[in-house]
């Protein structure tokens, strides 16, 4: 059984450490799943292949291609009313609404295009400059990759 009970994930990214505060609160359901699969070790090289600058970082498919996931079945929507503003974790989806697996993207600036129509689960509190600095594209020419994601 794997302890959900850290409030933060630390993903290594290239250029740095990120430091993401979970928010349980708003997805439980979604917040365990991320924190499984860390745990798993499943985003470990993992790139981040859709980047679009003043958007969103996306990543979370093993495969890199914007189509893949875990082999865990995909969850629920937990939509909430908070904000996608910068540094929000969110869970990426198909047109299904319940469709939610692995793949997750972060806020680099305001999308509240977005709000109550996808799953926050994290919000950034340090490093956001490394998630800046991830190369933009769809997909970027040489995407940045995760270097390890694990509970704090």
């Not at 505060?21 to 439980?28: I, T």
């Not at 993992?46 to 291609?65: E, K, L, N, T």
């Amino acid at each position: 059984m794997v302890d959900h009970t850290s409030d933060q994930l630390i993903m290594t990214l290239e250029t740095g450490e990120v430091t993401i505060k979970l928010r349980p609160d708003l997805a439980p359901q979604h917040v365990a799943r991320i924190s499984e699969l860390a745990q798993e070790g499943f985003y470990d090289g993992v790139v981040f292949h859709r980047v679009i600058d003043g958007f969103m970082a996306q990543g979370g498919d093993p495969s890199g291609s914007g189509r893949g996931g875990s082999d865990k079945p995909d969850l629920p929507a937990e939509f909430s009313r908070e904000a996608h503003v910068r540094g929000v974790c969110s869970m990426a989806r198909t047109n299904d609404p319940n469709s939610a697996n692995s793949q997750f993207f972060i806020c680099f600036d305001d999308a509240r295009f977005l709000d109550r129509q996808y799953t926050v689960w994290g919000q950034v509190t340090a490093g956001m400059e490394h998630v800046d600095a991830l190369p933009k594209g769809e997909p970027p020419r040489t995407p940045g990759k995760i270097i390890s994601m694990r509970l704090a």
